[in-house]
């Protein structure tokens, strides 16, 4: 048996692995060890039209089609009872690889254990960061949207690192507390800076949380004691209620970029809804403050049928003195086929005016199609 777990186990390392609310599968089983595999799909095919404003005039742009944007293999073993390992692969589609696009890398790799019950647990390898996986299974449509510091690029969902996280006084507390790499795990490397990222969470009566998090550090963008980067501090509140059949939830962001060295650093915020303003040059004493505000919600109702939506709103102050203004309305009708299969049809609407300080210039993007989530 222990020979047909390690075989299974090898195998699950190489293609397997997925993001926590998965349900999974146990595949083998030895005393208190266990093996579990757990996949997910995000199958989602749009309408898409986007318009670009310059002075110059109106540029539109369309597309539609079907899309996996994002296919998830997981692999957890579980030692015994206090000590697990998780390795999780992530495919995606990269328009900027050469030759095949669909790119296939590595999400998550970590050994996690109890060091003080459930009080103080170690988590140590590439990982989850403190917030947006947490805010996701309170939002529970990641597979239509993203949730706000995700999509804006304020924060990465997974890096390298350590972290201590835990459940204190009966659940009313709930932390976790990293230093990472701060490049995230699509560009994962060694700097020359550690990251803290952190969240609390207070949970005074049931179905209600009260979250905070606090980030501070150089998001990879220091490399040498001369090369200083970009100094970012990100602080966030949110507040949601509900129960199994339904949640509302709102969010407040603070954000400032502040280049400290003398050479030249970018940094990127905005998602796809910024384009071509996505990225900020910053030079020494350059600073960017942004300020965003969400509103988001679904409830379950009858026949497996559902609703969901978001409000966002964010201004950013840019380097240049100029300052820019999104706005997203997004709205979805929700059907759950059997356990595991989801469908959804979905409009979502963004606006981007001042883009790059500059008042001539918007952009506009509307999208509406049918998403999906598969999960085992």
């Known amino acids: 048996m222990k020979a047909t777990i390690k075989t299974i186990t090898a195998a699950a390392m190489i293609a397997a692995a997925t993001p926590a609310f998965a349900g999974g599968v146990t595949v083998a089983e030895e005393g208190e060890s266990k093996l579990k595999l757990e ?139 990293t230093e990472t790499n701060g490049s995230g795990y699509a560009d994962a490397k060694r700097t020359a800076h550690l990251d803290l990222n952190a969240r609390i969470g207070l949970y005074p009566v049931k179905g209600l949380t009260m979250d905070f998090q606090f980030r501070d550090g150089r998001r990879a963008t220091r490399v040498s004691p001369t090369t200083k980067g970009i100094k970012t501090s990100l602080m966030q509140a949110m507040l949601s209620y509900g129960t199994s059949d339904f949640r509302i939830g709102g969010n407040y962001i603070i954000n400032k970029d502040k280049a400290v060295g003398t050479t030249t650093a970018t940094i990127s915020h ?24 969400g509103l988001w919600g679904w409830v379950n109702l009858p026949a497996n049928f559902g609703v969901f939506g978001r409000y966002e709103n964010m201004n950013i102050k840019l380097n240049a003195g100029g300052k820019e203004k999104m706005t997203r309305y997004m709205a979805g009708i929700e059907y759950t086929e059997i356990k595991g299969v989801k469908f959804a049809l979905v409009a979502d609407a963004n606006k981007l005016t001042n883009r790059g300080g500059v008042t001539a210039n918007t952009r506009k993007d509307f999208r509406y199609g049918l998403y999906s989530e598969v999960s085992l």
């Open 39 to 177: 996949a997910l799909m995000y199958l989602n095919t749009y309408h898409q039209k986007a318009d670009t404003t310059t002075a110059a005039g109106t540029t539109t742009t369309k597309s539609i089609g079907m899309a996996v944007d994002r296919a998830y293999f997981t692999a957890k073993y579980f030692f015994n009872d206090d000590w697990m390992m998780r390795i999780t692969l992530d495919a995606g589609n990269d328009q900027s690889l050469g030759g095949k696009k669909q790119n296939v890398f590595l999400k998550a790799a970590y050994v996690e254990g109890k060091l003080v019950d459930d009080a103080v647990v170690l988590r140590v390898g590439q990982s989850h960061t403190p917030w947006i996986d947490y805010e996701q299974g309170l939002w529970k449509h990641r597979y239509v949207s993203q949730v706000m510091t995700d999509r804006y690029k304020f924060d990465d969902s997974f890096d390298l690192g350590l972290g201590l996280k835990g459940t204190l006084a009966d659940g009313l507390i709930q932390y976790f507390v």
């Open 270 to 293: 905005g998602g796809a809804v910024s384009s071509a303003y996505a990225f900020n040059t910053l030079v020494s004493g350059d600073q960017v403050k942004s300020n965003a505000y």
